[in-house]
């Protein structure tokens, strides 16, 4: 199993920026598919992107053309690049091997104030 810690995270004002960063503790260059979640207070975890180990990219509608996923598998590290921040951004952000194997870390806040 390889350890994610997420990182980053912070308090912005909307329409600031933020980059997220998922460190790992091993290689990520054999796993397909990795993406970002996120939990707002009282709210259920959600998807928030994915990127394959080919380079392909899906995002939530609501993010879509403000966020960039990608990964640097020389790093063993997931990106998050968040532009255009809003308010109903504040969550607590995740990420995760997009396969059986993956699980849970403590993620990482991001608070956007309006």
């Known amino acids: 199993q390889v350890q994610l810690v997420e990182s980053g995270g912070g308090l912005v004002q909307a329409g600031g920026s933020l980059r997220l960063s998922c460190a790992a503790s091993g290689s990520i260059s054999n796993i397909n598919a990795m993406g970002w979640y996120r939990q707002a207070p009282g709210a259920q975890r959600e998807w928030v992107a994915t990127v394959t180990s080919g380079g392909g990219t899906a995002y939530t509608v609501s993010v879509k053309g403000r966020f960039t996923i990608w990964r640097d598998n020389a790093k063993n590290t997931l990106y998050l690049q968040m532009n255009s921040l809003k308010p109903e951004d504040t969550a607590v952000y995740y990420c995760?091997?997009?396969?059986?194997?993956?699980?849970w870390g403590q993620g990482t806040q991001v608070t956007v104030s309006s």
């Open positions: 995760k091997r997009d396969d059986s194997l993956g699980s």
